[in-house]
């Protein structure tokens, strides 16, 4: 996982510009989500701020994440029907699913099916792709 260090005003104009009230709490979600890459949970986001916030509710980051959502600062990922993980909208990417650890992980290396264009006569817009099987780091810890 890449760690990246966001400001908080790059934060604060990035919700600006999707017309998103930057909020102490809105910018405090967004600034975990850019900066831990991790498609976190609303518990997992919770979990971790609310030392920093105490005020903080699982409703606020649930509601935080939906209305980034909307405005489409960021996305939900379908990849596990059990619960729900969010991600930025940055470039286009795929996923690919830990049956072991549970870590997911961006994927930017498939092009094949970036090429597909139609299928059965359908017009492919966007497409996404959730890969599951063990991730090279546990295939390490098993050798
Ligand atoms: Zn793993
Ligand atoms: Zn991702």
Redesign the pocket.
């Known amino acids: 996982m890449k760690k990246l260090r966001i400001s908080i005003e790059n934060v604060k104009n990035l919700l600006e510009a999707k017309g998103v009230k930057p909020s102490f709490q809105r910018i405090s979600v967004l600034k975990y989500l850019l900066q831990e890459n991790n498609?976190p949970s609303v518990d997992t986001i919770y979990k971790n701020l609310v030392s920093q916030i105490p005020t903080l509710s699982r409703t606020t980051v649930y509601n935080t994440l939906k209305l980034l959502s909307e405005k489409e600062v960021i996305s939900t990922l379908s990849i596990s029907n059990t619960d729900l993980r969010f991600?930025f909208v940055g470039e286009p990417?795929d996923?690919f699913q830990c049956n072991t650890c549970g870590k997911?992980y961006?994927i930017y290396e498939i092009s094949d099916f970036s090429e597909l264009k139609t299928v059965d006569g359908h017009q492919v817009q966007e497409m996404q792709l959730h890969l599951k099987g063990t991730c090279n780091r546990c295939l390490e810890s098993l050798n």
């Open positions: 498609h991600d990417h996923h997911i961006d």
